[in-house]
Each structure stands twice: as C-alpha cells, then as structure tokens.
C-alpha cells in the first residue's frame, strides 16, 4: 500500500513539474516592442528565451490599428468634402485632376490609399493596375482589416527569403550585366506580406517604400479637396446675393 502512495505522489510531482514546464509565460507588447514577461527586457523578434534574465517564453504575435490606410471617419470625411463640390460627371478641377471621381466614391475603409480600391490608376492618359496593391485593391499593410499583425512568424520567414532572393537576383545582375527586373519579386512580396507589419519594408522600382506613396497621395486627395472646397465656398460668398 506505502508503494502505491509513493509512486502515486511521485507521478503527480513529476505531472505538476511538467505543467511548469509547459506553461510558460506569453512575451508581452507595449506598441510594437515585444517585451520579456519576467523581466521586461526587450526581446528580439522571434524569442523563446529572454538572453537577460534566462527564462524561457512562449512568442506571439500582436496586432494593431492600420496607420496606413484610412478609417471609416477618414471615409465619411472625405466623402462630406467631395458631396459638397457638386461637380458633375467628368474630370475635376485644379489639382483634383490626378484623380478620377471614382477614387471618392468608391474608396472605403481598409482600401488601397494609393488606387482608392479601384486596383488601377491612370498614367499618362492610360489605365494600369496599382503600384501599391498590385490590382488587390486593398491595403498592403492590413489586407483590407484595418489591422496589422507584428511578430508573426511565418510573415518573417518569407521576409527573410525574399531578402535571399533579392541578394541573388542583384548578384547576377552585377555579373551578366543585364539590368536588375525587381517587379516579379516585389508582386510575391505584396501578396505575402499583405496584413503584416514587414509589408512596411516593401519598395517599387521608385525606391521608395510602396505605402509611403499610398499615404503620400491619399493626403494629396485631401489637401486638393479641402482647397477646392474652400474655393467654392469663397466664390459662393462673393456672388451677388450670396
């Protein structure tokens, strides 16, 4: 009988000791510093031991608010401004003219910046899929959720090889000679990458990060809104009987 109570209070020992084990402690975030749970040290990207205090972690990812795409009230606010011009169908005025007036009604919350979610734009009086979403029409930041996700690891994996590819693509460039061609391997990029956080280190063939230009010319919509608006408004005032 004192046998079976040994083994049975060595068995619960070693099942207690195992649940320890397992049940490590998540890595905390505050924004987007991933922080050890023990002692709050900061964690590399992918951690499963804190190098500080030694500890062993559980890693996972977090998410948060797209700061690249525009929010329902961003929508509302723009689509107030552009109802309130009254214009008819056709090209608009002043500096509104580098969009068509699909890009305000049509745009939504979590849609492509830089195309309106229309997939495409024009250049040069003719029409081609967007530089930034590739066609997709939604945000390459957040995939249209209006939310991001950080320390995901799969999206890292893929950063990683891409970056390999990336380096072999410019290596045979410099030894061929012939001219670097980056389009196929930023257009697998975007569609990777799109609703992580590592979307933000995506580059067109201008050099410049692909959301960066969204962001750029969704303010330009705006700032050519609020000044053809506040024209309007102006001459409204100064007509007789206004």
Wanted: overall charge positive.
């Amino acid at each position: 009988m004192k046998w079976l109570i040994f083994t049975g209070a060595c068995v619960a020992v070693l099942v207690t000791l195992g649940i320890l084990a397992v049940d490590e402690r998540n890595v905390i975030w505050e924004g987007r510093t991933p922080l050890c749970p023990y002692c709050r040290s900061e964690l590399p990207n992918q951690a499963i031991v804190c190098k500080e205090c030694g500890r062993s972690i559980d890693w996972v990812s977090h998410s948060e608010t797209c700061r690249w795409c525009l929010s329902r009230k961003d929508v509302e606010h723009m689509t107030n401004l552009f109802d309130r011009l009254k214009v008819a169908k056709g090209p608009l005025p002043g500096e509104l003219r580098e969009f068509p007036q699909a890009y305000f009604r049509t745009m939504e919350a979590g849609a492509c910046a830089y195309c309106g979610g229309l997939g495409k734009v024009m250049v040069d009086g003719k029409e081609v899929t967007c530089p930034v979403c590739r066609g997709a029409r939604r945000c390459i930041a957040c995939g249209g959720d209006r939310r991001v996700e950080l320390g995901d690891p799969v999206a890292a994996r893929h950063l990683r090889e891409r970056h390999a590819a990336r380096e072999l693509a410019e290596r045979r460039a410099e030894l061929t000679g012939l001219p670097l061609k980056l389009t196929l391997l930023v257009d697998q990029d975007v569609d990777a990458l799109r609703g992580y956080v590592e979307a933000e280190t995506l580059t067109g063939e201008q050099g410049r990060n692909l959301l960066e230009m969204a962001r750029a010319r969704v303010k330009r919509a705006f700032r050519a809104l609020h000044a053809e608006v506040a024209r309007k408004e102006k001459e409204a005032v100064a007509a007789p009987g206004g």
